[in-house]
Each structure stands twice: as structure tokens, then as C-alpha cells.
């Protein structure tokens, strides 16, 4: 059985969702895209998730910019604009008549190929879009035990061969290390940068507490998480000391507490490191309460978005 920070209490909703493949929705089982897709082809294309909490897409904003920067860094013209994606998300929620506890997926590539190459200018059709919203509760169970993590040889790339704050489909090299993890008997995997140092986690944005503080990487090998941000700003706006700095697993080890952060599970505590009990190996106080800070600003942002 799968442990991790993506544990979700099961929906059988799920299984009648209607999903949106180019304009299309339809059912779970139906949903298909060409074997000539890009993204299918060589991983050619960048991705977003976003959470509908109370009616609101909370952080959408943030994760809209990322989208199109991502889409800049590769080259790829999306076809559309924000507010048409955007319409197209709520259409595909509306079609499914969810309001709250949903997890929305949305994929662009850069569409179909003549014929299976790496070549852009052999692609033949607009860019590919599809949106996959589930119902989706993070599992309670898994945020109060916490996860193990494993440090995999498979380092975060340089920026200069491929920027490790892309968000695009190609994840072979998480998916390497996440196995070198689940085959060491941890839940996921913790990576370092090129340079020996503590970067981030195959799907999770990674910290640690030590003597009060609250470290992460400096941002330079890890992706730039919207959810890692804003434990980032809450830190900075609750007077608790927080650090974007290079540190090794010598630190990690001694922490007091270690955490994870994304969009989906929000804040994970981390128990256990390389077979390193991490504090207490509990959930620690102050990951406990960047949690519920956390929660907190999530309100706060489906009462803007209200009000407006």
C-alpha cells in the first residue's frame, strides 16, 4: 500500500468524472489524446495543479504565472488566454457539479506530431489541453504519522540543462530517484543539488527547523513551489525566522524538525530521514502550527476572492 504526501481518503465519485480533452468531456474510461502527443512523444509539455476550496480556486493566480512562464521557457505559444483556460477549468467543475475538496489537474503540450520526433516544427495540431478534477481529501491519517524520506544519488539538475523550477512533464529523473526511495523502504525520495546540498524532495518542496528557525534550500535547484512560498511568507509575517540558504544532510540530521510542503498535502511532517529518527519523530511544533497557519491563509483567500 502507497504511502506519501499524495495519500487521499478514497471518492468512488471519482470514478464518474468527466474529463476535458480539447473542448471535449468526456467520461473517465473514454478519455483519450493520439499517441503522436508531444507530451506523450518526449515529454514536451508544462502542467499546473490548483485546489477548489469552498468555490475558490485558491492560489490560482500564482499558479496561472508559473504556468506561463513555463510555457516561455520552452517555447510554447498555450493558444489561449488566461481567462479562456481559466473558463475552461470552471467549466469542466461546473460539469461535474464540484464545489469544495476537488484537486484540479490541468496539461498543455505542444500538441500532435506528423511523426514521432523531437522537432517542434513537425507538430501539426494547436497545443493539447486536458483537465482532470477529482475529489480529493488529503488522508489525516498521513499528516499526523508523517513520511520517511531517502536522500537518492540522482541530483537536481543545473539550471543551464534543465531549470529545475520547470514545471513540465518530463519527471524521469524525480521518478528515479522516488524509486531508489520506495526501494530503500521510504515513503519518498529527498534530493541534493549538483552541489552536495539539501535541494528538495521528488514531488514536495522541503524544510527543516533547527533551534527555533525554519530552513529551506535557497530556490536555485528546487521548483518554485506556490505552496513553499507561501509557508515562506507566513514565516515572514509571524515572526518566525526563516532561512532560504545551502545546507547539508550533516543539518538535516540533527534537526529538531523536518517538514514538506505542496499544493495538494499543504504541510507534511517528516519523521525520518535516511533511517534518522528526525526530533522526536513526530509531528513538531512548529511544523504543527505552519500547518494550521497555513489552513488559516487559505480562508483568508476564499473570503477575498468572495468579496471582490
Known sequence: MTHGTHDAVEDPRNEDVLIYVNGELVPRQEARISVFDSGYLVGDGVWEAVRLHKGVLVFLDQ??????????????????????????????????????????RFMLTRGIKKTPSQDPRLT?????????????????????????LFTSTIRRGSPDYLDPRLNCH???????ALIQALEAGADEALMLDINGFVSTCNATNFFMVTEGEVWTSTGQ?????????????????????????????????????????????????????????????????????????????????VKRINNE
Not at 521557457?73 to 475538496?101: C, F, Y
Not at 518530463?170 to 528515479?176: A, G, T
Not at 538535516?252 to 533511517?275: H, K, R, W
Open 63 to 104: 499558479h496561472l504565472d508559473r504556468l506561463w512562464k513555463a510555457a516561455a521557457t520552452v517555447g510554447m505559444d498555450l493558444k489561449m488566454s488566461r481567462e479562456e483556460l481559466v473558463d475552461k477549468i470552471w467549466r469542466t467543475l461546473g460539469a461535474n457539479d464540484m464545489n469544495d475538496n476537488v484537486h484540479v
Open 221 to 301: 535547484y528546487c521548483m518554485n513551489g506556490v505552496t513553499r512560498g507561501n509557508i515562506i511568507r507566513i514565516c515572514e509575517g509571524n515572526g518566525i525566522p526563516c532561512r532560504q540558504k545551502n545546507f547539508s544532510l550533516f543539518d538535516v540530521y540533527g534537526a529538531d524538525e523536518a517538514f514538506v510542503t505542496g499544493t495538494f498535502g499543504g504541510v507534511t511532517p517528516v519523521t525520518e530521514v535516511d533511517g534518522r529518527t528526525i526530533g522526536k519523530g513526530e509531528y513538531g511544533e512548529i511544523s504543527r502550527k505552519l500547518s494550521s497557519l497555513y489552513e488559516q491563509l487559505i480562508e483568508s483567500e
Open 124 to 148: 501539426i495540431s494547436g497545443p493539447n489541453l486536458v483537465i482532470i478534477a477529482e475529489y480529493k481529501v488529503a488522508s489525516k491519517e498521513t499528516k499526523e504519522k508523517g513520511i520517511t
Open 170 to 176: 518530463s519527471k524521469i529523473h524525480e521518478v528515479q
